[in-house]
């Protein structure tokens, strides 16, 4: 039976404000204060696969975000979207964390309020992009873990039957109960928020967890417990040089296949659907 | 005195609408316009939101919040498509003649299905003969062998084809002054004698349908009347008043947001004298007073939506935020479309649709001379 599907997400700064984020030169970090967040886009899809597993085989979605204070925002927005019950991992211990002292402070929090039988994340996230929480977690938590999820069926609530995106294509999956799920968009479509949604979001429970309800040990969170750390962080130059070439049409293509095989590209490689002249 | 700001919900509310409408009808609003189309099929879907029973009481189906959370709902589908905008409005007009002037067994037979979105509603009450002088409306009631007789014809009615409820008023008598006596009656779209007359090409609001209602020997009886024989000068003048000019202002504040919004992106996209045309003085002016008008707009009709939840009288607050919201977004999207230069009359930007449908919400729910005549009317009392 399925008690608890717990769900992963993640604020994000707002695309809409990637114009006002700023980078710290010395901590090469993103300065976040004050730009508004969304949920990262893949988890709201890990949200939505969540609640259809719920309809199919009951229990309860459980909403846990590792963030600042003002993520409880997002999670209200969670809530409101169907799921039964929201917490907040938040302290300043642990700021600074790289995927894997977030992944350790998730772990914590699943355990802290009673386990899961599934537990459902976006496969990256549209800042960071690591795509290594939902693997990272599935270590920590002891549990199988699959990444880049775009199907997913429970079979006699013990089984999880999923299909995961390759390169070259996809690969079929049977994993046992508990298991860690890494959902991409190709999942599903996330399904709109309505108002009667919103009125009941803040009437579910919500609670927040600092370090201290959690019992982690202080050498695993926050910078601490980042082996990754970041190298450089720069606004790459995206001024071009610009040449300006005359002649015929003709001229024109066997002058640009001529710069194109001078830096090592072979237009040959690529179906042009045309003949392709001849460098003389 | 407090500054007006938004309650967390509102702001759920507000970021929820947006997504349905980010998703269903921005993608949609312009083609919506050039074929002249109701989405008639989203009126489930907003019913599943909670978008169409927005004040009624959950009882029936609604979402039992208030006026407040209706203008965010209409704002925010206004911004891309004030025709549609302007559909749904109508279409609270008739949940809000039922809801508050219908008794016990006519809430229950029909707000559900207009909650719901199954049914559509409309608001019948502009005839050929007047629209600002609607007393002086020709359609009559009978009372016939126990029954009503309605005959007549309405005009310039939205939803007028896609319908299925249309609370209308018409003439049954007149009082002990002589003057006409109105009454409100809930007619349906299949009762014998009940049908859409022509369809009237419109300059702007076009993801709407306005046309004629023919009403042809309909028959019905006392149970169809709202509130009771003679009150619909009564409900029309308010429902109008209080929810059409509601609904006006908060389409066109949100065509207002859509004005400053394109003209900040264009501003910032398009590059003259080798830098953004944000950063010429003249652009900025035009900047200015679409951010001022959108910020005006917002003020008087969430003001307005604010006095009416708390039930506090607020015809003249509705109809300065009316005149205001309405004027505004026609000054707005002109500024925006000499902001755009050539840009601004080619079809793929929206900014001409915003002219248009600026210009056609003026005389929707009172003309700019009757809003005025209202405002100084409450003043001088």
Redesign the interface.
Known sequence: MIETIVVCIKPIPDPACYNQISIDPVKKTIQREGIPTIINPEDRHAIEEALRIKEKHGGKVVLLSMAPPSAEANLMEGLAMGADEAYLLSDRKFAGADTLATSYVLAKGIKKIGGADLVITGSQTGDGATSQVSSQLGEWLEMPHLWSVIECSIQNTKDALVKTKSENGYMEWQAKLPVVLGVTREINQPRLTTVMGVMKARKKPYAVYGSDDLSLEEEKIGLAGSPTQPGDVFTPDLNRSCKMVKGSSEELVLALLSKLREHGINPEQYTAGCELGVAE | MQFFEFT??QV??R???R??VE?EVAPKAASWDEEDICPTELFM?MG????NG?FAPEEFGG???GHI?RAICLEEISRHSAGLGIALMTHHLAIAAIQYYGNDEQRAKYLPDLCSGKKIGGLSVTEPGGGSDFIGQKSTGERKDGKWIINGRKCFITNSSVADIDVCTVRTGTDEKGRPQLTAFILEKNMPGHSAGRKEHKLGLRGSVTGDVIYNNIEVGDEQILKGEGAGAQIAMTTIAEVGRAGMSAICTGILRGCLEESIKFSKERVLYGKPISKLQAIQLIIAENKLDYDTACLLTYRAAGMKDAGIPCTAEYAMAKLQSTEAAVNAAKRTMDLMGGYGIVNEYPVGRFLRDALASIPSGGTSAIQKIVIAANVLK
């Open positions: 967390e919900e759920m509310l970021n929820a609408v997504e349905f998703r879907l599943e939101m909670g978008i927005i979402t039992g919040l959370e």
